[in-house]
C-alpha cells in the first residue's frame, strides 16, 4: 500500500469498510435475482420489478435525504444506514429457513436496503470532502472506485459460488456481514465533523425551500445540468439491461448460476481498469475529453452483449461488460472530482442529492421498461434495445460544453454562482487556489 491507504488512518478505515460493503452487495446483486428465478420461479417482469425496488428509495426520499444531510453530521447518518442494511440482510434468510420466503419478502427487503442505500450514499459523497485535503480527492476517489470495482468482481464470483454450494438465499448472508464489517470501520474513524455551517445560528428553513435550492443550483448550472441528465439517461439504459441480464444469461443463452457469476467477475476487471487509467488519460487528454472517451467510446462496446451465446459465444458478454464497466467506473471518478471541487460546501449533500433524484430516480424506470421489453418482445430484444442506449445517452454529452473544452472546471465563476447560496469555497477549510484538475465522480 501507499499514499492515502499507508499514511491517512481514517481514510484507510473508510476504504476498508466501503470496499467491504461493495463486496457484499455484489454478492446480493447475484444472489436475489437468482434466488427469484431459480427458487420462486420469478418471471422476467417480476424480476424487473425487484430490481426497480432496491432504487426506487430514490424518487421516494432522495431529495429531503440530501436536506438532512446538509443539516447533521454524516458519519451517524451512515452508522445508521449501515445497521438497518445489516438487519435487513440477516432477517432475510432466518425467515428463509422458517419457510416464509416470498417474492414479496425480497421486495420488501430491496425496498428498505433501498432506503439505506440513499442514505448513506448521500452522507458518504459529503462525508469525504471534509476527511481529504482538495490535493488528496482524486487519490482518494481513484483508490476508493477502483477497489470498489475490485470488490464488485470479487463479489460477483463469490456470489455465484455461494449460490451454487448454499443455495442463493444464504448467499445475502454474505452482506449483512460486510454491512457489520462496514459499521465497525465507521465506528473506529477518529475523524469528527465539525457542526454545519450556520447549524443552531439561525431558524432551520422550510424543507421545501431547500430542497428547492439544491434544485435551483443543478438545474441552473450548465456542467451540472448536463452530467445530471447525462446521468439518468444512462442508468436508465443500463439498469434496462442489468435488471433482466440474470433471465437472459441463464434462459437465453443457457448458461449455469455458476458461470453467470464467473462471467460477471471477469467482466467486472473492466472496472478495476477503468479506475486506475482515468487519471493519466485525463492528465493527458484533460478531464472533458477523458469523460467522452469514458462515456460514449467505451460504452459502445455494450452492443456485443446481445449476441452471447453458451460455449465460446460467451466471451462477447465479457468482452462488452469490460468496456462498459470500464467507462461507467472511469467516468465515476472524473465525476466525482469534479463535484466535490465545484459545489458549494453548505449544498453539497442537497445537490448530490438533487442529482441522484434523477440520475438514480431512472434505475427503477430502466428495471420495469427491461422487464416490461422482456415480458412483450423476448429477453434477446428487450438486450439489444437498451444495450443500444447505453452509448446513445452519451450523445447529451456531445450537445454540451464537454465537446468543446479541454477541462472540466474546478470551480465556479461569479456568473455561474448562485447570489442566495454561500460562497462555494468559504466554509471549506482544505481550499486553496489552484485551478489545477480533480479527477472523479460521486
Not at 26 to 33: F, I, K, R, S
Not at 84 to 98: D, E, G, N, Q
Not at 332 to 339: A, M, T
Not at 408 to 415: K, Y
Amino acid at each position: 500500500m501507499s499514499g492515502l491507504l499507508r499514511r491517512h488512518r481514517d481514510f484507510r478505515l473508510l476504504w476498508c469498510g466501503e470496499t467491504t460493503g461493495k463486496f457484499g452487495a455484489a454478492v446480493t446483486g447475484v444472489a436475489m435475482p437468482l434466488t427469484a428465478v431459480a427458487t420462486l420461479h420469478a418471471d422476467t417482469f417480476a424480476v424487473g420489478v425487484l430490481s426497480a425496488c432496491a432504487w426506487l428509495p430514490w424518487l421516494l426520499i432522495g431529495l429531503p435525504v440530501g436536506v438532512w444531510v446538509d443539516r447533521t453530521r454524516r458519519r451517524p447518518l451512515m452508522l445508521g444506514a449501515a445497521a438497518l442494511s445489516m438487519a435487513v440482510f440477516t432477517a432475510v434468510p432466518v425467515i428463509a429457513w422458517y419457510g416464509g420466503l416470498s417474492l414479496g419478502l425480497l421486495t420488501g427487503a430491496a425496498l428498505l436496503s433501498g432506503a439505506a442505500a440513499v442514505v448513506f450514499q448521500t452522507a458518504y459523497s459529503a462525508y469525504l470532502p471534509g476527511l481529504l485535503a482538495p490535493a488528496d480527492q482524486p487519490e482518494g476517489n481513484a483508490k476508493l472506485h477502483g477497489s470498489a470495482s475490485a470488490a464488485q468482481l470479487a463479489g460477483q464470483g463469490a456470489g455465484g459460488f455461494l449460490v451454487q454450494l448454499a443455495g442463493a438465499v444464504n448467499g445475502l448472508l454474505a452482506n449483512a456481514a460486510t454491512f457489520l464489517v462496514s459499521l465497525l470501520c465507521l465506528l473506529g474513524i477518529r475523524h469528527r465533523e465539525p457542526r454545519p455551517a450556520g447549524a443552531g445560528e439561525r431558524a432551520p428553513r422550510s424543507l421545501r425551500a431547500e430542497v428547492a435550492e439544491g434544485l435551483r443550483l443543478v438545474s441552473g448550472d450548465v456542467w451540472l445540468r448536463t452530467l445530471t441528465l447525462f446521468g439518468a439517461a444512462s442508468n436508465l439504459a443500463l439498469m434496462g439491461y442489468q435488471s433482466i441480464m440474470p433471465v437472459f444469461l441463464v434462459r437465453e443463452a443457457g448458461l449455469p448460476p455458476g458461470v453467470v457469476g464467473t462471467l460477471l467477475a471477469a467482466a467486472g476487471t473492466g472496472g478495476i481498469a477503468g479506475a486506475f487509467a482515468v487519471r493519466r488519460v485525463a492528465a493527458r487528454i484533460g478531464t472533458a475529453r477523458a469523460t467522452l472517451l469514458f462515456e460514449l467510446g467505451l460504452p459502445t462496446l455494450a452492443l456485443l452483449i446481445p449476441l452471447t451465446t453458451a460455449g465460446p459465444g460467451a466471451a462477447l458478454f465479457v468482452v462488452g461488460s469490460f468496456g462498459v464497466s470500464a467507462g461507467v467506473v472511469g467516468g465515476n471518478v472524473l465525476k466525482s472530482g469534479f463535484q466535490q471541487a465545484y459545489c458549494p460546501p453548505a449544498l453539497l449533500g442537497r445537490v448530490t442529492a438533487s442529482a441522484a433524484f434523477l440520475n438514480y430516480g431512472t434505475l427503477p424506470l430502466g428495471a420495469l421498461l427491461g422487464g416490461a421489453l422482456g415480458a412483450a418482445l423476448g429477453v434477446r430484444t428487450a438486450m439489444w434495445i437498451a444495450t443500444a442506449g447505453v452509448p446513445l445517452a452519451a450523445l447529451i454529452l456531445l450537445a454540451s460544453p464537454v465537446r468543446t473544452t479541454r477541462d472540466l472546471p474546478t470551480r465556479r465563476t461569479a456568473t455561474e454562482a448562485d447570489p442566495h447560496t454561500d460562497d462555494p469555497h468559504t466554509d471549506d477549510p482544505h481550499t486553496d487556489d489552484s485551478d489545477g484538475d480533480l479527477l472523479a465522480r460521486p
